[in-house]
């Protein structure tokens, strides 16, 4: 089953990010059997402001272990995530739902 895990920053936690992201990245590859799309939400500038993860999970409680395990949150670097079930109905531009 498809999560997607949204992340919002806390205000002014660029250089919280950027100190951590080398222990994300790190998780994020060995967990790469599982991840579909992941990438930074940027803000106006730019900037990296938050996260999105579309991942495969066998269920709810997997994937909000899963949000939760993330370096970045350890690192008490998000405001605001949530994780929720998602269907994909478009993928590289052909509708697959």
């Known amino acids: 089953m498809l999560f997607a895990i949204q992340c919002q920053d806390k205000p002014n936690s660029l250089e919280l990010r950027m100190s951590t992201r080398p222990a994300h990245l790190n998780w994020l590859e060995s967990h790469q059997k599982d991840l579909v799309m992941v990438g930074p939400v940027l803000d106006?500038?730019?900037?990296?402001?938050?996260?999105?993860?579309i991942?495969?999970?066998?269920?709810?409680?997997?994937?909000?272990?899963?949000?939760?395990a993330d370096p970045y949150a350890?690192?008490?670097l998000f405001a605001s995530s949530s994780v929720r079930p998602f269907r994909m109905v478009f993928r590289d531009g052909e509708q697959v739902a």
């Open 74 to 76: 350890y690192a008490g």
């Open 55 to 68: 991942v495969e999970m066998p269920d709810q409680q997997t994937a909000e272990t899963f949000a939760a």
């Open 44 to 53: 106006d500038e730019g900037k990296p402001c938050g996260s999105l993860l």
